[in-house]
């Protein structure tokens, strides 16, 4: 049994973290959220975190960064906070276990937004990195951060590129979007053609990912795909997700406008996250009967 420190704990993944790993850990929670119930919390300045007092108080065995801002349209309107949230604190993290828990192992959760658009699919994790929104860079730059500090310091410490994650509990992209346009109007209108596409991942094998790193990698600093290897549609997966909801009557119409900084293609190569004894459990069909029955239950 570990010792689990999950920052970001109020948050989509990190909340489900919580729950999956308190089942066989000890389990301590940090956000920036007040929480009167949990003694295992630690809670952080949103403009201002210090992680010191932290490391200082309790000996980790296992520290996973759920934590960050995770909106490309944000990060182009504030770039700053952006960088804030996805480097700077990355940066404090890390210091924070060299100077008081250096046997600590840290995972970053990185993004699949720091390929941008690239030259050819499927996406390896030597592919060129190209990104194209503040979002993207910034999480490049907090992987090269995980870097120094596995070179310079020895932190154990590895990079997760999520691909399009998705789930119960996730209050925005594209199923909760394509949920709330149909409440209101059975003609439903999209950015982009259609043709765009995507490599879903659920957050049950996003876990189970999680795990298998836990248990299997290197901790060198290296950098895994987090995703199934299958490349979907956005009209193939809209389809679906109506044709599953069950609403007559609907219509879909993609406007043709892109969106600024949404990449165009992806599929991830997948192969070195299968070494880490990863499978997919969670089909994009099941995922997505559990997704709605969720928002159904919390309308």
């Known amino acids: 049994m570990s010792n689990i420190l999950i920052i970001g704990s109020k948050g989509f993944i990190g909340s489900h973290c919580v729950k999956y790993f308190s089942k066989k850990h000890n389990v301590w929670e940090c956000d920036v959220v007040?929480?009167?119930?949990?003694?295992?919390?630690?809670?952080?300045?949103?403009?201002?975190?210090d992680y010191k007092e932290i490391f200082q108080q309790q000996k980790f065995d296992i520290c996973i960064n759920c934590s960050g801002a995770s909106s490309v349209p944000e990060s182009i309107i504030k770039p700053q906070r952006d960088f804030t949230l996805n480097t700077v604190n990355v940066y404090k993290q890390l210091d924070a276990i060299r100077m008081f828990n250096s046997d600590c192992r840290y995972i970053n959760l990185s993004s699949a937004a720091v390929y941008g658009n690239?030259?050819?699919?499927?996406?390896?994790?030597?592919?060129?990195?190209?990104?194209?929104?503040?979002?993207?860079?910034?999480k490049k730059m907090a992987e090269d951060i995980c870097e120094l500090f596995y070179k310079q310091f020895k932190i154990k410490c590895c990079s997760l590129r999520i691909f399009s994650a998705y789930g119960e509990g996730l209050k925005k992209q594209l199923f909760w979007d394509l949920y709330q346009k149909v409440k209101t109007n059975p003609s439903v209108v999209l950015f982009g053609s259609?043709?765009?596409?995507r490599d879903f991942i659920h957050i049950s094998d996003i876990l189970f990912a999680l795990d298998c790193v836990i248990m299997n990698a290197e901790f060198k600093s290296e950098v895994v795909n987090v995703a199934n290897g299958i490349e979907v549609s956005i009209k193939s997966v809209t389809d679906l997700f109506y044709e599953i909801i069950d609403a007559p009557g609907t219509s879909v119409r993609f406007a043709g406008e892109e969106r600024k900084g949404d990449p165009i293609n992806w599929c991830a190569d997948v192969m070195l996250l299968?070494?880490?004894?990863?499978?997919?459990?969670?089909?994009?069909?099941?995922?997505?009967?559990?997704?709605?029955?969720?928002?159904?239950?919390?309308?």
Do not use: C, M
């Open 34 to 49: 007040t929480d009167y119930v949990n003694k295992n919390y630690f809670i952080v300045d949103a403009t201002n975190a």
């Open 194 to 197: 259609g043709n765009e596409s």
């Open 274 to 299: 299968k070494e880490l004894k990863y499978v997919q459990k969670v089909t994009l069909k099941e995922g997505l009967i559990r997704y709605i029955k969720w928002l159904k239950e919390n309308e």
């Open 118 to 138: 690239p030259d050819k699919l499927p996406i390896k994790e030597s592919s060129a990195i190209q990104p194209i929104s503040p979002y993207g860079v910034h």
